[in-house]
């Protein structure tokens, strides 16, 4: 018998929970790790733990509404004669075609565009779509080199050398191959249907110096005129920072581990790589060691949602952050309105992750051309724009509380955290105190 849905005398373990028996139940049925997309579940360390310090006697906040606050931001300036010019600190991360779709693509251009910001390519290489509604594009060079086309490295804005990603790095690419159609796979000189694993690490590099030769390569193909950015997933962001900026990078693109993905390895997704808050004071010592911060731009990615979360993420340091996941619900993934949809699939909205499965009834990550055509890629374009704004607006406020002209004149001053690990990872006192642990003593 049940009392309001609790069963007197069943206890639930705290280590074999729900979610752990049915991914043990789930192993012995198919004999595979399970592959999905979006990014960590579990709760870790985050933005949320951290609370700004608005502006008081000792302050002196700005007004809203007449008070201006920038939020401009230039990205490569360090050796790139035509570094990118961003009207807000807010990106579109790299999505690969293939993973989304092509209207999809279309979608992020369009909204990116009309709030002055940048898309990214991704695995599998550059669309029509997404050149034609971008106005500023970073293209990709990813370890898999799919779709890689040296033409694009002149038609872009910005090159990004990736060399992991925050959900798995470590790790490489997977496109099942429900989602290899005739486009996908011609792009890609792969196969149509057969699912494909990209590489975990560059063909040609056997280590930090190969980088450096890679970035003067680059730098030569596009007459020294384009950014070159190096992307990481962040798991030691110190070393790695130092060694990405000593090889010739314009700006670091740091993704923590809860950064989406398309399709990994769940155990990957949960276990590999350190949060986002973790990761940005690290590299910023490095960048700050080098005297590098703000010279070398860093772009910081990885379950930012709101504009509190990129206005902490600028006041630890960064100089803009990017966004996948959020974008892909701005677009209309996950849509409530699909939710019958959802659950002839076995999901629902707000859960839907099978995103390497094809079957997306928003028409977002599939390649499938009657899902595809559902999506309305002007609408989606209006939505991210609106999101995108909403963002901005909402850096501004906070800014502004805390007495800032511009957005990146937040600090770590600003901030103290809630917790003790969040303190000592973000290594800002926890509130109410003077304590950073491992920093101070008081
Ligand atoms: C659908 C999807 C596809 C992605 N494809 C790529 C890719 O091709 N290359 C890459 O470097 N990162 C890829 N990523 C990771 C994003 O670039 C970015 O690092 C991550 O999404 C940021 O975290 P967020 O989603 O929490 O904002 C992908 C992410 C998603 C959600």
Redesign the pocket.
Known sequence: MSVNGWHPGLRESATFDRNAIAEIQRAAREGIYDIR?W?AKRRLPHFDDLLFLGASVSRYPLEGYRERCATDVVIGDRHALAPLELQIPITI????FG??SAPAKEALGRGATAMGTAT?T??GGMTEEERGHSETLIY?L?PSRYGMNPDDLRRCDAIEI?IG???KPGGG?MLLGQKISDRVAAMRDLPKGIDQRSACRHPDWTGPDDLEIKIGELREITDWQKPILV?VGASRPYYDVALAVKAGADAIVL?GM?????ATQEVFIEHVGIPILAAIPAAVEALQELDMHRRVQLVV????RTGADVAKALALGADAV?????A?IALGDNAPALDGEYAEIGSASGFYDD?QAGRDPAGI?TQDDALAARFDPELGGRRLANYLRTLTLETQTLARACGKSHVHNLEPEDLVALTVEAAAMARVPLAGTGWVPGVSGS
């Open positions: 997309g990014g991360a790299g999505m690969s993973a989304l990214t991704g695995d990709q990813l990736v990603q925050g959900a690419g992307k993704d809860q950064g989406g993905t398309a990615s990885g379950g930012i990017s966004i996948g996941v959020a892909m995103w990550s």
